[in-house]
């Protein structure tokens, strides 16, 4: 099966996922690729017209790459996260 986009991370979004325990850090990358097959709202979804995230609940944690649709090649469709946060549920 062939993933319908392609992701690439921004440095700044890999020094994010660097900063994270082993653990977490795998569930990020295993939802991002499943995003890549799935239609899951839960795991990548639209924020505002030009901004989307890639989510991911792990240990009461909320991580939280945003990301943005990069079309300027017709052929790839490529989706670029810049950046991540992990926000802390209550």
């Given at each position: ?16 996922l ?45 991580y ?27």
């Open positions: 099966m062939k993933p319908k986009f392609g992701v690439e991370l921004m440095p700044e979004a890999i020094e994010f660097e900063t994270l325990k082993d653990k977490a850090r795998e569930k990020i990358y295993y939802n991002i690729r499943k995003s890549q097959f799935v239609n899951d709202p839960t795991l990548f979804k639209k924020l505002t017209d030009f901004i989307w995230e890639f989510r991911t609940l792990y240990n009461s944690n909320s939280r790459l945003f990301s943005f649709w990069d079309n300027t090649d017709a052929i790839k469709v490529m989706v670029v996260a810049s950046h991540g946060i992990m926000k802390k549920s209550q």
